[in-house]
């Protein structure tokens, strides 16, 4: 006899982020209809159980709750479009992106207008956390609708936040993500001091993890930094751009200096420059050892999957 499904979700963006959601959902229990304007994610998606629609009308009949997670602002405007065209019933929207406040407060406004209810809810890890459900939901927004979606959101996350009104999450984000900006570019940098100084960069990794020094971040971007590999990308550097130009810009608008953060712009900005576009973020490594003038005697290039 067939499991009985928990119930149906729609998700649009079938990324790293999207993607992982889907799958999680859809081992969960869920009937998962996901869309993506990528045929190779849809046909990812699709060999893990995720139904796609033809397009976002046709999802947003069948999906009485949708999850939204997109790239860019663009791929937001032209979803919110899909789905108000669409006339559907009333539905809960969950965007769970990162974008700027005004971004998602335009989304809000269109998408109430329709007739829907649109939840702020940006996730907090990396996309190997989100292949292990180790994610954290900053949920903002309709209280009795976040509620309503706490056995969704418990199919691939660890827990869900209810941060008040609409946009309190992505604020929330912010502060998490410069952080991660932060523990990022400091794991680079001890790393590098450390196999400077002739250590092993596996021994690094345990001394540091086994003492006060360490960070989730470190835990999580070492590795890749142990190996000399950032292919396996958990968050792009290239998209993560994105999100630094988004807390750079709400902090200049509420008067509030971030003097670590912005000590941090010029080496993302290198790795930009120097090919690493499409790497991890663990990538600043390599710009700090090229800064250092460090070079790797035995370098064993291994994916860290």
Not at 32 to 43: L, M, N, Q, W
Not at 142 to 163: H, P, Q, W
Not at 258 to 277: D, E, N, Q, R, V
Request: proline content about 3%; overall charge positive; some cysteine.
């Amino acid at each position: 006899m067939a499991k009985r499904k928990k119930g149906t979700v729609g998700i649009i963006g079938l990324g790293i982020m999207g993607g992982a959601f889907a799958k999680n959902l859809a081992a969960d229990g869920w009937r998962v209809i996901g869309f993506d304007i990528e045929p190779s994610r849809k046909r990812a998606a699709a060999r893990t159980g995720v139904e796609i629609a033809r397009d976002v009308a046709s999802l947003a009949k069948i999906a009485p709750t949708i999850i939204t997670s997109l790239p860019s602002p663009q791929a937001l405007d032209a979803t919110v479009a899909a789905l108000t065209a669409a006339k559907v019933k009333r539905r809960i929207i969950i965007e769970a992106s990162t974008f700027t406040l005004d971004d998602k407060l335009r989304a809000e406004a269109m998408l109430r207008k329709a007739g829907h209810v649109v939840l702020d809810c940006p996730v907090s890890g990396t996309g190997a956390q989100a292949k292990t459900r180790d994610l954290v939901v900053y949920a903002s927004g309709d209280t009795a609708a976040i509620k309503k979606s706490k056995r969704l959101f418990a199919g691939f996350t660890r827990g869900v936040y209810d941060l008040g009104a609409f946009g309190n999450g992505s604020k929330m984000k912010y502060v998490a993500n410069l952080l991660v900006a932060i523990h990022n570019v400091a794991s680079a940098e001890a790393m590098v001091l450390g196999m400077k100084a002739g250590l092993d960069p596996q021994r690094i990794f345990e001394l540091v993890t086994a003492g006060v020094g360490t960070s989730r971040v470190f835990e999580l971007r070492a590795p890749m930094m142990v190996h000399n590999n950032y292919e396996d990308a958990t968050m792009k550097i290239k998209v993560w751009q994105k999100d630094l130009d988004v807390i750079g810009g709400y902090a200049a608008k509420i008067g509030c200096p971030t003097p670590l953060m912005s000590a941090t712009l010029p080496i993302y900005s290198a790795a930009m420059a120097t090919g690493h576009g499409m790497h991890d973020t663990a990538a600043v490594c390599a710009v700090l050892e090229s800064m250092a003038g460090h070079r790797r005697r035995s370098i064993k290039k291994r994916r860290t999957r």
